[in-house]
């Protein structure tokens, strides 16, 4: 499923945000980004999403992977950052996750690409 969401630009106004959750992906209902210190590097991107679980079905397996990828896509670069968690139910996954990355980007914000996978660890 392809979403699209807007959340405010640390640049100033607001950015679109466009999540896809086709690979058996979780749903984000909210994403938040801003810029801040990381690892000493000012002016660097930040980032939450949160997660909308009310109806995802695990396939059969004792375990899955979570994984999310957040793209922030400026003028020059994308900004990458990235996240991978194993759960053994729906209900171990935290409602949302924070994400970092020492970078900056080159220019303004444009838009933010999301992307989750929940695979089975078989």
């Known amino acids: 499923m392809i979403k699209l969401l807007h959340t405010d630009n640390p640049d100033g106004g607001s950015v679109p945000v466009i999540v896809d959750s086709n690979h058996g992906g979780l749903r984000v209902s909210r ?6 210190s990381v690892e000493g590097a000012s002016g660097a991107f ?7 679980t009310s109806d ?5 397996a004792e375990e899955h992977e979570v994984y999310v990828w957040v793209n922030v896509l400026t003028e020059k670069w994308n ?11 729906i209900e171990d ?5 924070d994400f970092a990355t020492p970078s900056a980007g080159d220019g ?5 690409l999301v992307q989750t ?3 089975p660890n078989l």
Do not use: T
């Open 46 to 52: 930040k980032a939450k999403a949160f997660f909308d």
């Open 117 to 119: 996978s929940v695979q």
């Open 108 to 112: 303004p914000v444009h838009a933010v």
């Open 31 to 36: 994403f938040e980004l801003s810029r801040g």
């Open 93 to 97: 996954l935290a409602p949302s996750w």
């Open 79 to 89: 900004a990458r950052m990235m996240d991978f968690r194993p759960i053994r139910r």
């Open 56 to 60: 995802v079905s695990l396939e059969e």
